[in-house]
Each structure stands twice: as C-alpha cells, then as structure tokens.
C-alpha cells in the first residue's frame, strides 16, 4: 500500500521525519514553494489535493496534517475509489475567517517569513520545546509559496466534502492546539460515516513532531 503525506502549512519534506520509522517508503508531497517543490499560480485546495492524487498511480492512503488534512479530505472527496485509508491531524472544516488569510499574505510577501515565525512556532509547540530545527525549517520556505497557500486556505470549506469520503478515516487533534482544537476534529469525525477521534494529551499544532510515539502508534493502527 503507498502512503501519501502532506503536511502542514511553512513545513517541508522534514517535518516527516519523526514517522520514518513506521512510514519507510512513504511519498511526501511538499507544498508548493515548500522545500524542492516549485512555485505554481494557484495552491488552492482543490489544485493541492490533484498534485497529492497525482502524485502516484492506483490506490494510495494519505495523512495529512494541517492544510495537509484539507488537502487529504478534499483528495478523498475527489477521487474515493483511489483512496483505501485517510488520517487527518489538525484540521478543521475551515480555519476562521478569510480576512486572516490575506493579511498574513500580505504580510508575508513584504515582511518575509520572519515577521510572523514566532507567532507561528507557539501555535505549532507547547512551551518548552525546543523550536530550532523546526523555526529554520519553516524560514526555508519560499515567501511566495506560503503566501499562495494562505490564500488558498482562505476559501477552504470542508462543506460537502465530509459525506462523499468513503475511506475508513481517523482524526487526530493535540488537546492543546490552538489552530484546530478538538472541537473541530470532533466536527470532521462526526461528518465522516464510522470516523473515529482521538486526542494527543498534551500536544500543540504539530503532535507528529511533539509526541511521535502516539501518533505513530495510531499510524500504525489505522493503516
């Protein structure tokens, strides 16, 4: 079975690098302007979740994190015959206003990433852990390509999408992450048909990263 994952907003291919213990031959698909992969004109949710699909022939299960679960849920309302398994972590049916959005475009397109990666680093971690290798990551990032995907994060809606996806599907929320609680986990997983929620006590934004051994537990029990 090929595993697909997508991670979250301002990461790369490295923010994966805690599950390749028990994802050995997973293909990452990185963001565009995230990491190797080049700019394009729009990183919609939509065009995100057709370069995961295309991303390998035949049937695939996807983990996404973040806006990698919007693409991961949007990938498997698109195609649900492709898709045998789905792992949504830290996402929700949609990430508040679109205003937000535009102005951290905007932002990030005159101020660069700089402006905004401590603010971004206490969402992503509870306090205490050490943010250095994962702060030089999400500088790595082409401005750009964050900015594109932020405004393709402004129209998310997981709207219609929840019913049409047939894949068995687990939900992961950190119990303290400020960006998608586990209210909205919750949501997601009361709109997929058999759905099953659990909870990282303890974890922010990124638990794949803060608490490894749990979420590759449930990695490895779902698929």
């Given at each position: 079975?090929?595993?697909?994952?997508?991670g979250?907003?301002?990461?790369?291919?490295?923010?994966?690098?805690?599950?390749?213990?028990?994802?050995?031959?997973?293909?990452?698909v990185e963001?565009?302007?995230?990491?190797?992969?080049?700019?394009?004109?729009?990183?919609?949710?939509?065009?995100?979740?057709?370069?995961?699909?295309d991303?390998?022939?035949?049937?695939?299960?996807?983990?996404?994190?973040?806006?990698?679960?919007?693409?991961?849920?949007?990938?498997?309302?698109?195609?649900?015959?492709?898709?045998?398994r789905?792992?949504?972590?830290?996402?929700?049916?949609?990430?508040g206003?679109?205003?937000?959005?535009?102005?951290?475009?905007?932002?990030?397109r005159?101020?660069?990433?700089?402006?905004?990666?401590?603010?971004?680093?206490?969402?992503?971690?509870?306090?205490?852990?050490?943010?250095?290798?994962?702060?030089?990551?999400?500088?790595?990032?082409?401005?750009?390509g964050?900015?594109?995907?932020?405004?393709?994060?402004?129209?998310?809606?997981?709207?219609?999408?929840?019913?049409?996806?047939?894949?068995?599907?687990?939900?992961?929320?950190?119990?303290?992450?400020?960006?998608?609680?586990?209210?909205?986990?919750?949501?997601?997983?009361?709109?997929?048909?058999?759905?099953?929620?659990?909870?990282?006590?303890?974890?922010?934004?990124l638990?794949?990263?803060?608490?490894?051994?749990?979420?590759?537990?449930?990695l490895?029990?779902?698929?």
């Amino acid at each position: 079975m090929t595993v697909v994952l997508c991670g979250s907003l301002g990461s790369t291919a490295a923010m994966w690098a805690p599950q390749s213990p028990v994802l050995v031959d997973a293909t990452i698909v990185e963001h565009p302007g995230h990491g190797a992969a080049p700019l394009i004109d729009t990183a919609d949710v939509d065009a995100l979740a057709r370069r995961a699909l295309d991303a390998v022939h035949g049937r695939l299960s996807l983990v996404g994190l973040s806006l990698g679960g919007a693409v991961a849920l949007r990938a498997a309302a698109l195609a649900p015959e492709r898709v045998e398994r789905l792992v949504v972590a830290c996402t929700a049916p949609r990430f508040g206003p679109p205003e937000q959005w535009h102005e951290r475009a905007e932002t990030v397109r005159d101020q660069g990433l700089g402006a905004i990666v401590d603010a971004v680093m206490q969402r992503w971690f509870t306090p205490g852990f050490d943010v250095t290798p994962w702060r030089e990551m999400f500088l790595s990032v082409d401005p750009e390509g964050y900015a594109r995907c932020c405004e393709g994060l402004a129209d998310w809606d997981a709207g219609g999408d929840l019913a049409r996806i047939a894949a068995p599907t687990l939900v992961i929320a950190g119990s303290v992450d400020p960006t998608a609680p586990p209210t909205e986990a919750r949501a997601i997983a009361e709109g997929i048909e058999g759905a099953r929620l659990e909870v990282i006590d303890g974890a922010a934004h990124l638990p794949n990263v803060e608490r490894p051994d749990q979420f590759n537990r449930l990695l490895e029990d779902h698929l």
